[in-house]
C-alpha cells in the first residue's frame, strides 16, 4: 500500500534561518510526489511536484524538494525562512498518474520565530 | 481563470442528517476528487470523477456518494451523518489526459460539523 511518512509533526526555525520538512514514501515503482502548503482555514496550494524529470525540483516562495531514489525520500528545504511561510505542510505520493489519487502524510506544522 | 471553488463554507448538521456539498472545478478540467481532512490530520481520498463516473474510491462507506455534472461539476453526498463525519471536505480539480503530469488544484472546502 502507498504511504508517505512526514517525521515530526512540528518544526520551528528563526527568521532567515534554514527550513527543512521531511518525507519519505514506500513505493517499489517510481512515483509522483507532491508538496503542499495550508494556511489556516484554507485549502491546499501546491508548491511544487516531482513528475520522473529534474530531481532537484523548484517550486513557489523559495522551495525546493531533492528526489532521492536510493533513500525513498522527497525532502522541502528553503534557504531562508520568512514570517509568512508558517503554515502547515503535506507531502502527498501518487503511483498512477499526477491526476490521480493522492495519499497525503499527516503533515508539519513550520512556525517561524522572529 | 476561474479557481475551484466549493459551498457552503461551513454547515453544522446533527447526526442522523444527509449533507450535500458542492465543487466547481477550475476552468478547463474534467476530473473531480474529493477528499476528507480530519482535525489534525492529512487529507484523506475518498473518490474522484472523470466523464461522469467514479473513477477510484477510497476506503469510505456507501453511504458517501458522489455525483459529477456535464459542466464538470460535482457534489459529495454523505447519509446517516456519524460524529467522525465531521471534517474539513476538499475538492480538487484536474485535467486528465493519457500521459499527462497535470496536478490537482484544491478549493478552499467545506467545513463540517455534526453534533
Known amino acids: 500500500a502507498q504511504s508517505v511518512t512526514q517525521l515530526g509533526s512540528h518544526v520551528s526555525v528563526s527568521e532567515g534561518a534554514l527550513v527543512l520538512l521531511r518525507c519519505n514514501y514506500s513505493s517499489s515503482v517510481p512515483p509522483y510526489l507532491f508538496w503542499y502548503v495550508q494556511y489556516p482555514n484554507q485549502g491546499l496550494q501546491l508548491l511544487l511536484k516531482y513528475t520522473s524529470a529534474a530531481t532537484l525540483v523548484k517550486g513557489i516562495n523559495g522551495f525546493e524538494a531533492e528526489f532521492k531514489k536510493s533513500e525513498t525520500s522527497f525532502h522541502l528545504t528553503k534557504p531562508s525562512a520568512h514570517m509568512s511561510d508558517a503554515a502547515e505542510y503535506f507531502c502527498?505520493?501518487?503511483?498512477?498518474?499526477?491526476?490521480?489519487?493522492?495519499?497525503f502524510g499527516k503533515g508539519i506544522t513550520l512556525s517561524v520565530r522572529p | 481563470e476561474t479557481g475551484v471553488t466549493q459551498s457552503p463554507t461551513h454547515l453544522i448538521k446533527t447526526r442522523g442528517q444527509q449533507v450535500t456539498l458542492r465543487c466547481s472545478s477550475q476552468?478547463?478540467?474534467?476530473?473531480v476528487s474529493w477528499y476528507q481532512q480530519a482535525l489534525g490530520q492529512g487529507p484523506q481520498f475518498i473518490f474522484q470523477y472523470y466523464r461522469e463516473e467514479e473513477n477510484g474510491r477510497g476506503n469510505f462507506p456507501p453511504r458517501f456518494s458522489g455525483l459529477q455534472f456535464p459542466n464538470y461539476s460535482s457534489e459529495l453526498n454523505v447519509n446517516a451523518l456519524e460524529l467522525d463525519d465531521s471534517a474539513l471536505y476538499l475538492c480538487?480539480?484536474?485535467?486528465?489526459?493519457?500521459?499527462?503530469?497535470?496536478?490537482?488544484?484544491f478549493g478552499p472546502g467545506t467545513r463540517l460539523t455534526v453534533l
Open positions: 502527498a505520493v501518487s503511483y498512477t498518474g499526477a491526476n490521480s489519487k493522492l495519499t
Open positions: 476552468s478547463g478540467h474534467n476530473t
Open positions: 480538487a480539480s484536474s485535467l486528465f489526459r493519457t500521459g499527462s503530469t497535470d496536478t490537482q488544484y
